[in-house]
T-cell receptor, first 114, second 112 residues
Framework: DTGVSQDPRHKITKRGQNVTFRCDPI?????LYWYRQTLGQGPEFLTY????????KSRLLSDRFSAERPKGSFSTLEIQRTEQGDSAMYLCASSLRTGNYGYTFGSGTRLTVV | RKEVEQDPGPFNVPEGATVAFNCTYSNSASQSFFWYRQDCRKEPKLLMS???SGNEDGRFTAQLNRASQYISLLIRDSKLSDSATYLC?????????????FGTGTLLAVQP
């Protein structure tokens, strides 16, 4: 499968616990994005990496959130001290710097905080 | 006010109907425009890009009006399989990020 892979697909956690999600982009894609989507809303931008550099972070990304892309390949998104409001679908997308942008989304990680 | 606004619907239409979705964007620096389709509990997938000259892909026609900052999607001869959420998406000029900015989506339910 040469698409964008996300792991896990689903995560249920208790409030206050830490969680980490992983995204494996398409191998030749140097751009990687994280989005969050809640019920009834469109995806909202969280952060962007170009290769290993994190070039933009949304104000939605509070101090409890951290993202890394250590070798410019896979990326992780960690949420510390989870809150019920963190329950959402976390989507990863990758792209090449092309004229049509060529975004590909992963299937997402659905987080439920109980 | 959200940067990309859509009527959330739902739009309930019978099979074979023609349905139109509208979207407005507030930032005049928006550069590129798309419609994405999202099935329930799935990831968004690109349906089509939107150009000022208008573009058509089978039963789907997309139109952009830059002066009014307005984007439309027309679906002709609706099929049951068209049932999904349709997301209006823009990319804004001026940043290196080229991030997609999504509307809230419009839910379409095609009834038999």
């Amino acid at each position: 499968d040469t698409g964008v892979s996300q792991d896990p697909r689903h995560k249920i956690t208790k409030r206050g616990q830490n969680v980490t999600f992983r995204c494996d982009p398409i191998s030749e894609h140097n751009r990687l994005y994280w989005y969050r989507q809640t019920l009834g809303q469109g995806p909202e931008f969280l952060t962007y990496f170009q290769n290993e550099a994190q070039l933009e972070k949304s104000r939605l990304l509070s101090d409890r959130f951290s993202a890394e892309r250590p070798k410019g390949s896979f990326s992780t998104l960690e949420i510390q001290r989870t809150e019920q409001g963190d329950s959402a679908m976390y989507l990863c997308a990758s792209s090449l710097r092309t004229g049509n942008y060529g975004y590909t989304f992963g299937s997402g990680t659905r987080l439920t905080v109980v | 006010r959200k940067e990309v606004e859509q009527d959330p619907g739902p739009f309930n239409v019978p099979e074979g109907a023609t349905v139109a979705f509208n979207c407005t964007y507030s930032n005049s620096a928006s550069q590129s425009f798309f419609w994405y389709r999202q099935d329930c509990r799935k990831e968004p997938k690109l349906l089509m890009s939107v150009y000022s000259s208008g573009n058509e892909d089978g039963r789907f026609t997309a139109q952009l009006n830059r002066a009014s900052q307005y984007i439309s999607l027309l679906i002709r001869d609706s099929k049951l399989s068209d049932s999904a959420t349709y997301l209006c998406v823009v990319i804004r000029l001026g940043g290196a990020t080229n991030k997609l900015i999504f509307g809230t989506g419009t839910l379409l339910a095609v009834q038999p």
